[in-house]
Nanobody
């Protein structure tokens, strides 16, 4: 398994920006597609964005398309989520995850076998 640690969460006003980072260790992350999910209180964990092993392909949830950008740096064993134009409804714990293989397949949580502990993002209106 890949060990994942998120950072970069915090509190921000609506319209602001944050950059989340996910540091990976334990395996070569270029072997895996990676993703961001989020979970708000009382809600199920939902897909945010996914990126394939090389960074050449990514998919976004409709709710974040045009505002969030996922990227990765395999040389640094890291993945990022640049979040802009943040909205109150973006408030959640954000998790990074690694899939079982290098390509984007399904965007459901059970596709991803390794998870970080999460980082809180709070957007005030």
């Amino acid at each position: 398994q890949v060990q994942l640690v998120e950072s970069g969460g915090g509190s921000v006003q609506a319209g602001g920006s944050l950059r989340l980072s996910c540091a990976a260790s334990g395996r070569i992350i270029s072997n895996y597609a990676m993703a961001w999910f989020r979970q708000a209180p009382g809600k199920e964990r939902e897909f945010v964005a996914v990126i394939n092993w090389s960074g050449s392909n990514s998919v976004y949830a409709d709710s974040v398309k045009g505002r969030f950008t996922i990227s990765r740096d395999n040389a640094k064993s890291a993945m990022y989520l640049q979040m802009s134009s943040l909205k109150f409804e973006d408030t959640a714990v954000y998790y990074c995850a690694a899939a079982g293989g290098p390509h984007i397949t399904r965007m459901s949580p059970d596709t991803f076998g390794s998870w970080g502990q999460g980082t809180q993002v709070t957007v005030s209106s």
